[in-house]
């Protein structure tokens, strides 16, 4: 069954950190560049972070510049996102997604999707 699953998500203090994970099953990751996109109540879903086929490159939204570290392994078909100085305003519903295009940031460029992980942030 090819799909995406993510975890890692739960309730933390403004200040605190979280690792978000997104295991992939049915396909190889390392075809694709992939994305973090997050939903916040009452929001459009919006692009956080991306990464090429190998981690060489990323990319991220000015909201979490310096704050979030997009990162894979490909041996364990897994893509990570670590957040650190979490803020209220995180709060949101977190997507991983995949993408056949380079270095997207927009959602209709991304093709397949988790179902989501909830980070709450406390303040």
């Known amino acids: 069954q090819v799909q995406l699953v993510e975890s890692g998500g739960g309730l933390v203090q403004a200040g605190g950190s979280r690792r978000l994970s997104c295991a992939a099953s049915?396909?190889?990751?390392?075809?694709?560049?992939m994305g973090w996109f997050r939903q916040a109540p009452g929001k459009e879903r919006a692009f956080v972070a991306g990464?090429?086929?190998?981690?060489?490159?990323?990319f991220y939204a000015d909201s979490v510049e310096g704050r979030f570290t997009i990162s894979r392994d490909n041996l364990k078909n897994t893509l990570y996102l670590q957040l650190t100085s979490l803020k209220p305003e995180d709060t949101a519903v977190y997507y991983c997604?995949?993408?056949?295009?380079?270095?997207?940031?927009?959602?209709?460029?991304?093709?397949?999707w988790g179902q989501g992980t909830q980070v709450t942030v406390s303040s």
């Open positions: 997604a995949t993408t056949r295009r380079i270095a997207p940031t927009v959602e209709d460029a991304y093709d397949f």
């Open positions: 049915g396909f190889t990751i390392r075809d694709y560049y």
């Open positions: 990464i090429d086929w190998f981690g060489g490159s990323t």
